[in-house]
Every structure is written in structure tokens, then in C-alpha cells.
């Protein structure tokens, strides 16, 4: 997609939250865009992958079909944590597509929201800004009537030893689901995954290095949906995590809904 197309953008959801010097809110033009767009580049070309695009910026087409999530150090005019949210009220592709199978998932009756390109900037990466993610997010949520949560959770590491460590972890947690029948497409599939995993050691601690957005899902009731996809491009394994909202730990949420004003 041509930089020149961004024009394009329109928001489908607006709010905006105050929190303790910082500002917490959706897109509403192509300046707050271009602010998210600008800290995805600074994180997942330049840290992640020591690259970068002459524009300065990360983005594909899916981020005109999106809502994107901005938290704001007021006290800088600068955002420093974002989130695409791409809801199936407004769209029916998804991102996550073109990694993993979700022809079964994607049937299910209820409202869906994608959560994808989370990132923060490398000051501000604390609890503190996950629980700003989270109250946009329970805002979000309830504008919205969403009854699923659901997206690609990167760890960055292409190792399938630890990788696999991982799965089979979440498996003996009863974090793993196979229901839905997801797998990872062809193109990004791990070689002998199910060897992989058959074969592998669970190494102590491995939960506890999982970045803090992915095991936040988790203690809100995520699971974590087939094996997971390898990316190449950049250079990191994918989980596909489901969250249904019916199911949902009930005392995480509820703190940042009352945070949120929702």
C-alpha cells in the first residue's frame, strides 16, 4: 500500500480517556495515525529488525480497515503504546489470516476484535502502559459489544526448541485449545511442529519470560489456540490467542472498566 492511500483513514469508534498525565483514546485523524505508525517503525524495524522504511513509518492495508489505539505522555505530545483493533463490524478480513486458519473461529456466532501491531516505546514499557492498553480496551469493548478477543501474540524468538517449550507449557497449564481446528498456514508453519512438540522439555521459568501483553491475556482468560506460526519477516513466532468474553476473569477486567469510565 502507498503512503498517499493513508489519507484515506477514517476512525469507526472515538473516545478518549484522561489518566494521570496521559491520554488514552482511538485515531481520530491522519496525525494520530501517523503517531502509531511512526512508534511500530521505532519498534519493529528499527529495535526488532535494525531496518527501516524511508517513510518512517509501519503499515499495511489492513490499517485502514482499523481502529488503532493510542496511549499519549501528555506531557510529551508523544505516543508511546499502541494497538490496531480491527472489529467484524466494520471489516471481515483480518490480519491474523494470513498466518493461521480461522475459517471455524471466524463462523462462530458474536461479534470479534482482532488485537494486532502492540507496541510500546522502549521508555515506557511497564505494567503501567499495559493497563492504559487495557482500559482503551475495555472501552473499546464495550462500544463495540464484543464477544471475542482474538489476534497474534508475537514472542521474538524462531528457536523451535523454545518455542515448542512454550506450547507444550501452555498445554500442561490447560492454556493450549485445540478447538476451532486453527493451524498455521502453510506459508508460516514450523517444520515438524508436531514433532516439536511430542518432543519437548518444558524449561523452568518459561511462562514468566512470555512478553507482559501475552501473559496478560492469559490471566484474563485467553487461550492459546493450535501451534504456533513461525514469521520470518520478522523474525519471531506468532501464538493465536481467543478470548470469549463469556469466560473472562471477571476481577482483571472489572478494575479496568471502572478505570475506563465504561
Not at 106 to 122: F, M, P, Q, S, V
Not at 143 to 148: E, G, P, V
Request: include cysteine.
Amino acid at each position: 500500500m502507498e503512503i498517499s492511500h493513508l489519507s484515506a483513514f477514517k476512525p469507526k469508534v472515538l473516545f478518549t480517556i484522561e489518566n494521570d498525565g496521559f491520554i488514552v483514546k482511538t485515531a481520530e485523524n491522519i496525525e494520530d495515525l501517523n503517531g502509531a505508525l511512526k512508534l511500530r517503525h521505532q519498534v519493529f524495524l528499527e529495535e526488532g529488525l535494525n531496518k527501516s522504511h524511508e517513510t518512517g513509518l509501519e503499515f499495511d492495508a489492513f490499517d485502514l480497515k482499523a481502529d488503532h489505539l493510542l496511549i499519549i505522555d501528555k506531557s510529551k505530545n508523544l505516543v508511546v503504546g499502541t494497538y490496531r483493533l480491527i472489529q467484524s463490524s466494520f471489516s471481515d478480513l483480518f490480519y491474523s489470516q494470513s498466518e493461521f486458519q480461522l475459517e471455524k473461529f471466524l463462523a462462530e456466532d458474536g461479534t470479534k476484535l482482532e488485537l494486532g501491531r502492540a507496541c510500546t516505546h522502549i521508555d515506557y514499557r511497564s505494567g503501567r502502559t499495559v493497563d492504559l492498553l487495557w482500559q482503551g480496551l475495555s472501552r473499546y469493548i464495550n462500544m463495540t459489544k464484543t464477544r471475542f478477543l482474538f489476534g497474534c501474540s508475537s514472542v521474538q524468538s524462531t528457536d523451535p526448541e523454545f518455542i515448542f517449550s512454550i506450547t507444550r507449557s501452555l498445554f500442561e497449564k490447560e492454556d493450549l485449545s485445540f478447538s476451532y481446528e486453527i493451524k498455521p498456514t502453510e506459508k508460516y508453519e514450523f517444520k515438524n511442529a508436531q514433532l516439536h512438540f511430542d518432543h519437548a522439555q518444558v524449561q523452568p521459568g518459561v511462562i514468566r519470560a512470555l512478553p507482559p501483553l501475552l501473559r496478560s491475556y492469559l490471566h484474563a482468560g485467553s487461550k492459546v489456540h493450535g501451534f504456533p506460526a513461525l514469521d520470518v519477516e520478522f523474525q519471531c513466532a506468532d501464538f493465536l490467542t481467543i478470548l470469549d468474553l463469556r469466560n473472562l476473569n471477571k476481577k482483571f477486567f472489572e478494575r479496568y472498566q471502572a478505570q475506563s469510565g465504561s
